[in-house]
């Protein structure tokens, strides 16, 4: 009697496992996902190559990189990179990581398939990075520009944790992707010299350095009133001036020394001040700071004394 008792709860036990084993699999109880290998990229980067046999519906497909043992097995580790393609493919596939790989570092990897809500892994591997591939900048536009301007960068590898600098002054992007950028030319107060490189510069350390860059060159072509009184409104009309009032520093020669005077108005052809003091010179010496550039001049306005 012991010994039926004993032989039930055996196939009870096998039986159910099997059950158990089955249910996970769903429909795709014949589904291979095979992890095969990996390749490191000469210029920075990896290449995965996995298989898949006998999918049979539509489903999401790829790889999964960790930095850690078992982290290609959790779909919810937040420290994974995860590539993905859509579609119902049977046969060997490979993709690239290009972005956010330390050089030196072992990273696991793995092939999966996500099908009637289950996912399906293959056998996690490892490889040791070379690092991220460099940022490719193929097209800037417009590559003259005034502070403030929008530019646009089109390239490659760029990923998705990066900074802009122009020169060594970091800018505020308004679009970021792998293969896009729209950034701002940025004002620095202390700059002295206008920008001349645009850098992108990844956060694994690659970067690359656009060095055909410029800026407009500010132009005064006349001031008026030509005859100017103290505490007139007087208007510089000129050409490719900042758009913000602080960012044109204007200033009149007294006495050797310049002092600065308060623009109240600008615009891309027009700064206006008022000259609250005294004008000191029959002809003023003005000097303007606009788009880091400094313009001086002394002949295109007189000033009408008492």
């Known amino acids: 009697m012991r010994k039926t008792v004993f032989l039930i709860f055996v196939i009870c036990f096998v039986s159910c496992s099997k059950d158990d084993g089955s249910k996970a699999n769903n429909l795709n109880s014949l589904l291979q996902v095979t992890t095969v290998s990996s390749s490191i990229l000469q210029d920075g980067g990896v290449k995965l190559n996995g298989n898949i046999d006998n999918l049979q519906t539509t489903a999401s497909y790829g790889f999964i990189i960790s930095t850690y043992p078992g982290g290609t097995l959790n779909i919810n580790n937040p420290d994974m990179q995860i590539m993905t393609l859509n579609g119902m493919f049977n046969g060997n596939f490979s993709m690239e990581f290009r972005n956010n790989l330390q050089e030196g570092l072992i990273y696991y990897y793995n092939a999966y398939v996500f099908s009637d809500n289950n996912y399906f892994f293959g056998q996690e591997k490892q490889f040791i990075s070379n690092g991220s591939a460099s940022p490719i900048i193929d097209l800037v536009e417009p590559q003259i520009a005034h502070i403030g301007d929008t530019i646009t960068l ?4 760029f990923s998705n944790d990066f900074a802009v600098r122009f020169e060594d002054v970091l800018a505020i992007n ?3 992707s792998d293969t896009l950028i729209k950034t701002i030319v940025p ?28 800026m407009y060159t500010p132009v005064v072509n006349s001031v008026e009133p030509y005859y100017a009184h103290e ?10 001036f900042s758009l913000e009032n602080y960012q044109n520093l204007l200033s009149m020669d007294i006495h050797g020394n310049y002092s600065g005077l308060e623009i109240v108005e600008s615009s891309r052809t027009e700064l206006k001040f008022v000259n609250a ?26 000033a009408k004394m008492p």
């Open 154 to 157: 089109k390239g490659q590898y």
């Open 174 to 176: 308004l679009l970021e």
């Open 187 to 214: 004002f620095h107060y202390t700059r002295e010299e206008p920008y001349n490189t645009i850098s992108v510069k990844k956060e694994t350390g690659e970067e690359t350095v656009f060095s055909d860059f410029s």
């Open 277 to 302: 003091g005294w004008f000191y010179e029959v002809f003023p010496k003005l000097k303007l700071k606009s788009q880091f550039q400094t313009i001086e001049f002394d002949d295109k306005f007189e």
């Open 231 to 240: 505490n007139d409104t007087i208007t510089i009309i000129g050409n490719h």
